[in-house]
């Protein structure tokens, strides 16, 4: 007898292959058989006549590293169909820790009432597998994280006993489960790390098989210089490189990505192992305070805060503003998302803010990061339509959301977070299948599930085969739609009926049903 039976369902098993019609049975968290005859005993029975089975979907890139902890039920994930979430992404994890990384992540953890109980990778994973949460987790370290551990906030290459020592904390965090290093390139302190030094780390990973995905240096004016050192580093290292939600940001920039992805089929073609992940929105998200220049975050952030209270410092930014990399900038399409100690700032530009104070733009965008301690942050639109159709149709490019595990309603409801966190697969399934016809089900299926799978090295999942684990999804392909905006971003996703974890129903008609059966998953 089967645990679970879906009956007469359309497969979309995740090679990408054509879909099939079959019947599915579960037995002890996986899949036992797919048949054509139907059977009839099991504990229980869904019907999924006219709907789609695919296996449960995969965020290549997430940061629900805190969240997972304080909201385990992850709505926004689960209900979108997500059964596996890839944590520790852009350069920042919540472990390994050491020296300043501990202040660091404490000083993090207030805002959500918990008191830290790790430092390790394997600490902190056995902390998520305490929470029991209701999806799988995976996890990368960060670069930023590595490197604050040895170096701070300091602006200056590692000396050489530096580097071995962040060279034995990444050897270390890999072989206590993670599958690799992330970097933020563009964020304080990984963005003092040159590429010789992430050349030397990436041979760490290439040696213990783990994964480089970074947030690569520049995706606005200095796109094609980032790509290059991207493809550098896989080039002498020899690691696997992944370019973590891939785009051309800015209206001058729009267009590149055809560049972009020529470079990444060139080296390719050289044999460098090359893949990246993109996100289906217009409108980027981060921290106000990225729009600082560098050499304000050095020292940490009371330290750029002390100096955003220094009148002769303010007017270098501000000059900066104004002949920097900003210049160009249309302020009315940055959007404050979350700035909890002034909440009627959420969901306006910051020209009107600037209005409203009688401001220009560089003194609102000091007063909104002094006011919030530095964690105001801002949704960018600036992602041009066609550029999401290149990178979406590219055969080296999955699905990742860049989002977290947020709440639909209740604790931790802050702001107008940016709908990706609730509806980007099931956004790619309705516009960019079923309306634009951009990609193919079975395509847009295989960059959600097997080829995340592969490229991290799960074992068992991504498929809908005999043997795999059931982490399962059902959607009506006709009625899948995101319904998460800008303006109203917790919305939860129609059309998806049902979402298995280990052969468990974790979401049954868009609504959670209390089971937690996720597991954290470590790099073998």
Not at 76 to 84: A, D, F, L, M, P
Not at 157 to 167: F, G, I, L, R, T
Not at 276 to 285: F, I, K, L, Q, S
Not at 439 to 455: G, Q
Request: with cysteine; charged share 25%; proline share 5%.
């Amino acid at each position: 007898m089967y645990d679970l039976y879906i009956h007469n369902a359309t497969i979309v098993d995740g090679t990408g292959r054509k879909r099939y019609r079959a019947h599915v049975g579960v037995t002890c968290g996986k899949i036992v058989e797919i048949g054509a005859v139907p059977k009839k005993q099991a504990k229980r029975i869904i019907d999924a006549e006219g709907k789609v089975l695919a296996p449960g979907f995969i965020d290549m890139h997430s940061h629900s590293d805190t969240m997972i902890l304080v909201n385990p039920e992850a709505e926004s994930k689960i209900n979108q169909g997500v059964t596996t979430e890839v944590i520790g992404n852009c350069g920042n994890s919540l472990a390994p820790l050491a020296g300043e990384s501990l202040t660091f992540v404490d000083d993090h953890l207030v805002e959500y009432d918990l008191k830290r109980t790790w430092a390790s990778v394997e600490q902190y994973l056995a902390a998520v597998e305490a929470a029991r949460p209701a999806l799988n987790m995976a996890m990368l370290a960060g670069h930023g994280t590595i490197r604050r551990n040895i170096l701070g906030t300091a602006n200056r290459a590692p000396k050489p006993s530096e580097m071995e020592d962040m060279e034995k904390i990444l050897k270390k965090a890999l072989l206590q489960g993670a599958f690799g290093m992330s970097t933020g390139l563009i964020y304080p302190p990984g963005f003092y790390g040159d590429t010789s030094e992430l050349i030397s780390l990436g041979r760490v990973l290439k040696k213990h098989r783990g994964l480089y995905a970074s947030h690569i240096r520049g995706e606005g004016p200095t796109l094609l210089k980032a790509m290059e050192e991207i493809i550098a580093i896989g080039q002498n290292s020899r690691c696997p490189v992944h370019v973590s939600h891939h785009k051309a940001i800015g209206k001058e920039q729009w267009g590149k990505v055809e560049k972009t992805l020529t470079m990444i089929d060139e080296a390719r073609s050289k044999g460098i192992d090359i893949t990246g992940d993109v996100y289906p929105y217009e409108a980027t998200n981060t921290l106000l305070q990225t729009f600082l220049p560098r050499w304000v975050h050095e020292g940490g952030v009371e330290t750029m805060l002390n100096r955003l209270d220094q009148e002769d410092t303010v007017s270098k930014i501000k000059e900066r503003f104004t002949s920097g990399r900003h210049r160009h900038r249309s302020w009315e399409n940055v959007v404050v998302s979350n700035a909890p100690c002034h909440p009627a700032w959420e969901g306006e530009d910051l020209s009107t803010i600037a209005k409203s104070k009688n401001q220009d733009v560089p003194s609102t965008i000091i007063d909104i990061i002094a006011g919030e301690s530095g964690k105001a942050s801002v949704i960018i639109f600036q992602i041009s339509e066609d550029d999401i159709c290149r990178v979406l149709q590219h055969p080296a490019m999955m699905i990742g959301s860049d989002g977290s595990a947020l709440t639909m309603a209740g604790k931790f409801v802050n702001g107008k977070p940016h709908p990706r966190n609730f509806g980007t697969f099931p956004r790619v399934l309705k516009r960019y299948v079923k309306n634009e016809k951009v990609l193919s089900l079975e395509e847009a299926i295989n960059k959600m599930t097997f080829m995340p799978a592969k490229r991290l090295g799960l074992s068992k999942r991504g498929l809908v085969l005999p043997g795999y684990y059931a982490d399962l999804v059902l959607f009506d392909p006709d009625q899948i739609d995101d319904c998460s905006d800008y303006q109203n971003p917790r919305q939860c996703p129609m059309g998806i009926d049902y979402v298995m974890v280990h052969g468990n129903v974790a979401v049954e008609k868009s609504n959670f049903t209390g089971i937690f059966e996720g597991r954290v998953l470590r790099r073998k």
